[in-house]
T-cell receptor, first 117, second 113 residues
Framework: ETGVTQTPRHLVMGMTNKKSLKCEQHLGHNAMYWYKQSAKKPLELMFV???????ENNSVPSRFSPECPNSSHLFLHLHTLQPEDSALYLC????????????????FGPGTRLTVL | GESVGLHLPTLSVQEGDNSIINCAYSNSASDYFIWYKQESGKGPQFIID?????DKRQGQRVTVLLNKTVKHLSLQIAATQPGDSAVYFCAENRGAAGNKLTFGGGTRVLVKP
């Protein structure tokens, strides 16, 4: 176990549904990330939160909406998704230094396997 | 219809042999590199990292080599075991871009008994 948990592990939803993915890290880290891993592309960074502030939105469509209420929890709210959004959604966390680039290791959760019908 | 998947290069290795997985990167400003292992149904797991001021780093049964001249990174696994079967990813942190990792496409390692 890496100290990063994700729920649910599997999710099937229709295109008109609204659902949320949850991530929790037990490592005391201050940065959290959402990644998308699909069969067609390498692992893609979606969002970055440093110290609960969103610092990166990697051109992600607005049907994906992240939320970081505190440094231990991260959510990804999903609405009106498309079948091509079916993928493994991975959460990660790391400990970052304030005020500058950092190179700390990111630790990943097991992912949520999302299928959009 | 059936979707077309990402083609992963595959390395088949006999159990007990050494494995070498290669990765090329393009950004000379990258200053930190990580190797991850991903087993089926799991998230990527940290294996070993190296900073750009080093050219070699060793862990338990693994060694990472960094050649900045040709922008090449390799992971060597000694005495490969069945549990080493997985997809291996290299990732780079592009220096001033902060804590953003860019991942390679991955290499699948299959260990034959």
């Amino acid at each position: 176990e890496t100290g990063v948990t994700q729920t649910p592990r599997h999710l099937v939803m229709g295109m008109t549904n609204k659902k949320s993915l949850k991530c929790e890290q037990h490592l005391g880290h201050n940065a959290m990330y959402w990644y998308k891993q699909s069969a067609k592309k390498p692992l893609e960074l979606m969002f970055v939160y440093n110290f609960k502030e969103q610092t990166e939105n990697n051109s992600v469509p607005s049907r994906f909406s992240p939320e970081c209420p505190n440094s231990s929890h991260l959510f990804l709210h999903l609405h009106t998704l498309q079948p091509e959004d079916s993928a493994l959604y991975l959460c990660a966390s790391s400990q970052e230094l304030a005020g500058g680039p950092s190179t700390d290791t990111q630790y990943f959760g097991p992912g949520t396997r999302l299928t959009v019908l | 219809g059936e979707s077309v998947g990402l083609h992963l290069p595959t390395l088949s290795v006999q159990e007990g042999d050494n494995s070498i997985i290669n990765c090329a990167y393009s950004n000379s400003a990258s200053d930190y590199f990580i190797w991850y292992k991903q087993e089926s149904g799991k998230g990527p797991q940290f294996i070993i990292d190296i900073r750009s001021n080093m050219d070699k780093r060793q862990g338990q049964r693994v060694t990472v080599l960094l050649n900045k001249t040709v922008k090449h990174l390799s992971l060597q696994i000694a005495a490969t075991q069945p549990g080493d079967s997985a997809v291996y990813f290299c990732a780079e942190n592009r220096g001033a871009a902060g804590n953003k990792l860019t991942f390679g496409g991955g290499t699948r390692v299959l260990v034959k008994p």
